[in-house]
């Protein structure tokens, strides 16, 4: 059986590589001296949707303890995950929110008023009678802004600010102190996301630390096949790592989906030369595959120029290389454009 896991959230034992990323945010969130919030930005398919299901199943193993900045009552802390992708308007979103608040705790009281008055109803009751500080794991909040910035970049702006206020203190909830802090992830930054979609700066940032999720080093790469290969009798050699790190430049996907690639190929394919040559085919048709899939004129520009020079770095195959990076030069004009 393939060891090796994408498209899908990476969990348990095969959660890899992000040990300091994680003790980054709970120091900033919940273990410091002050309760922060987050902003991860990263590429899509780098393992921010991974990186938040660990977090949230750290509820399974360790109860977190919080006392916040401002009051002396020592709280549990609720890590709650919330995708916003499809949500299409503040109300939706906190509707989101307030149902995974109510998923989480169990609470009984029915949904009778407005999205974000149930929400700050959940906080409340969170907070004063159940004793806990609550995180939310919010991802894809990009989407979410572009989708309601498309629409009226103002709307956008006016949320922003919104979020911004009741990030600092929840006033309906009256405790003194921060009562919910956010984690967010992105494939843009917050300057980013302003830029391009026309969203006024003025009010509208958000307090956040920011934390750009790196790909994998070659080491990090290398340590990725022995945890994965693991009592198998298939092991990658040094060449073969060369051969995927040289490809991929660590981007965590497209290095599992590579390694994935690999392993089919040494079970079936002997000849070495052989070997190689389907590797690298059936990675640049992949690639190609993928970049359609993703739409790229979507991405960020910082994606794009970062895959572009991926590619020009390849040595896989010159009649597909030149094709992605033609394509992803004409993504790139055409984004600058906007």
Not at 185 to 209: F, P, Q
Request: charged fraction near 25%; include cysteine; charge should be neutral.
């Amino acid at each position: 059986m393939n060891p090796f896991v994408y498209n899908c959230p990476v969990r348990g034992k095969d959660f890899f590589n992000r040990e300091k990323t994680i003790e980054k945010i709970l120091t900033e969130t919940i273990t410091g001296k002050s309760q922060g919030n987050i902003w991860i930005t990263g590429e899509r398919q780098i393992g921010k949707s991974s990186l938040l299901r660990h977090i949230q199943n750290l509820n399974e193993t360790t109860k977190y303890k919080i006392t916040p900045y401002g009051s002396q009552r020592n709280l549990d802390v609720a890590f709650v995950y919330s995708n916003v992708q499809g949500c299409e308007s503040e109300e939706v979103f906190f509707d989101t929110l307030w149902q995974n608040l109510k998923d989480y705790f169990d609470f009984k009281r029915k949904k009778i008023t407005s999205g974000y008055e149930n929400f700050i109803r959940g906080i409340q009751e969170a907070y004063s009678e159940r004793n806990f500080y609550v995180l939310f794991l919010i991802d894809e909040f990009d989407a979410f802004i572009q989708t309601i910035a498309y629409k009226d970049p103002s709307n956008a702006t006016r949320f922003l600010a919104k979020l911004s206020s009741l990030l600092q203190e929840v006033d309906e909830v009256n405790e003194g102190s921060k009562s919910f802090g956010c984690v967010f992830t992105a494939n843009h930054d917050m300057k980013e996301l302003l830029n391009e979609n026309l969203i006024d700066s003025r009010g509208s940032g958000l307090i956040v630390e920011a934390i750009n999720l790196k790909w994998f080093t070659r080491a990090q790469v290398q340590g990725l096949a022995k945890t994965y290969l693991k009592d198998n009798e298939i092991q990658f050699s040094e060449m073969e790592i060369d051969l995927c790190y040289g490809a991929t430049h660590g981007y965590p996907y497209f290095t599992q989906k590579m390694m994935s690639l690999m392993y089919d190929a040494r079970k079936n394919i002997k000849d070495e030369k052989e070997y190689i040559k389907l590797v690298k085919q059936e990675f640049g048709e992949m690639f190609e595959e993928t970049l359609e899939d993703w739409g790229g004129d979507n991405m960020p520009v910082r994606t794009l120029k970062k895959l572009r020079d991926l590619v020009k770095s390849w040595n896989i195959g010159p009649a597909i290389s030149k094709v992605l990076f033609t394509t992803l030069e004409l993504y790139i004009k055409n984004k600058t454009k906007l």
